[in-house]
């Protein structure tokens, strides 16, 4: 078996989301959603094919090599695998969605179309798993299915193959195109081949419009909607929220033990994801992600504001690590549930309310922000005003230390400047003078605490010599200017603390925290970093080094958490929603302008 790696395609509908390696092995599905059991797991296993469950693949005998593609502008994957002697077998997934009966339809359901290049010879291994993959799903046979029975769940695999050949998992010849379908326990009224085909062609032509869309660049264009289409993958609709990434525990470096549960959704990331989409112009999304966002403040108590939240809704991720599983390439622990959800982070309330403010700003929006939310946001706001000078564990999520971080600060800037805006749209005056000099009174802290003359840069910490990528934002959130000699000043900081000699990509932070001195770069840092060089005026240097980024995504696109300097292998959890979101801004930062190349 090989080693497991990041080369990896996400596919998905917004309800459930698979990833699938090069050889059209499915190795993580969650159900029903994407923070649930595991039914696929084996990304996080390291057993030999005979032995591992976990897994639905499709066995080609004497394989030699695969090709892999999207089917253009789809979240339709396309693996051709090919044998030794020129056979070879075309496996076409997707996960239904579209529009019917003015509802989108998006089931939980996973379609595996095979088509034969020559006399393929194949095996299907559908072993699907629960209790985060500890024990394996009765089967029982049906005339043209397979029911996969757990403790409290039933799935069932339709199929126009032979049944008996997958449950005994034989080599058979592939003479035909044969179709799988994996979902809910229902059985199938119509043919397969034709709900099957009927399903593709509406799922491709909702993909082909909702992408026609797009606000893209003149530039990057692939490069663009990808991210986009993968950003749309991460939204859970039923709720609005978006997910961190798709799997839990993929190791940020090798061997570090720093690995996370990122199904959840991460308030943090809440105003640059908001961004993202409102720059794309897929307003739907970004609306419902806003009202997802709305209801946590709604029920919002006394207590500091917790900077994660389960997809629902809901606080409770108790974190826990699962025994049974190895871990990606055997590099444990694997842990379910995020313990980031106890911490306090006082960067959470400038997102929310930079996140909301679109919602009085923005004319697309159906159901504006009027003065109810504004009054909802000022509880977030007396909040930034209370806690922008306490300490927290800050963007990172460090475990064992707190400080005042600038970054956090900055943030609780935002929220009190962005209210003051608000509050003049609305034409309330006292609430505007009341925010705008709450916003002034933090940044003065911040210039005097925050801002270290000796280094002409803005440091990780108040009173601090440290440097922090975060820092890179500040432009970005409007506290300084792209020219101003303090933002020049942090940049070359930043050079000079968090680029290791030889290179190119930023770390988020040099300094050992819970487990040591981080060892790879943290790709979305490498992004600002290329945006806060525009906003310099080395847009250049800027370019240069995003080309160089865009090289270091997978085969298909997706890019990770993380990056080895050295190699520029990815590592982390994946597809991180975040980098995605890097990919979008910075390409609309640099691009060239449609009507000067057309």
Known sequence: MNPRNLELALIGNCAIGALIDKQAEVVWCCLPRFDGDPIFCSLLKTDDAETLTGTFAIDLENFSHSEQQY??????LITTLYDSQGNGVIVTDFVPRYKQYDRTFRPMALHRKLTPIGSPKIRIRSR?????????????????????????MALRLTTDLSVTA??????????????????DDESIHESIKQLSDRFYTETESYWLEWSRYLAIPFEWQDAVIRAAITLKLSAYEDTGAIIAAMTTSVPEARNTERNWDYRFCW??????????????GTTRTMEQYLHYLVNIVAE????????????NGTKQMPERIVDNLPGYRGMGPVRIGNQAAEQIQHDVYGAIVLSATQMFFDERIRHPGGKPLFELLESIGEKAAAYYNQPDAGLWELRGSK???????????????????????????DRHLYWQNTATKIRNAIEDNGFNPSLNA??????????????????????????DPRFVGTIAEIENQLMPQGSKYLFRYVVEDDFGLPENAFTICSFWYIDALAASGRTDEARVLFEDLLSKRNHLGLMSEDLNPETGELWGNFPQTYSMVGIINSARNLSKKWEHEL
């Open 403 to 429: 400080n005042v971080h600038t970054f956090s600060s900055m943030m609780c800037w935002a929220a009190a400047d962005r209210l003051a805006k608000i509050a003049k749209r609305l034409e309330l005056e």
């Open 458 to 483: 803005y440091t990780a910490t108040w009173g601090g010599d440290t440097m922090d990528a975060s820092l890179l934002l500040a432009c970005e959130l409007g506290f300084v200017s792209g020219k």
């Open 71 to 76: 089917a253009k502008n789809t979240a339709i």
């Open 267 to 280: 308030l943090r990331d809440s105003y640059f994801t908001v961004h993202a989409l409102n720059r794309l």
């Open 166 to 183: 997958i449950i005994d998992e034989t080599l058979f010849i592939l003479d035909c195109e044969r179709y799988l379908i994996l979902g």
């Open 128 to 152: 699907p798993t629960y209790h985060d993959g500890s024990k394996n799903y009765q089967k029982m046979q049906g005339s043209n299915h397979i029911r996969y029975l757990s403790d409290d």
């Open 300 to 311: 919002m108590d006394d207590k500091y504001l917790q900077p994660v939240f389960c997809i």
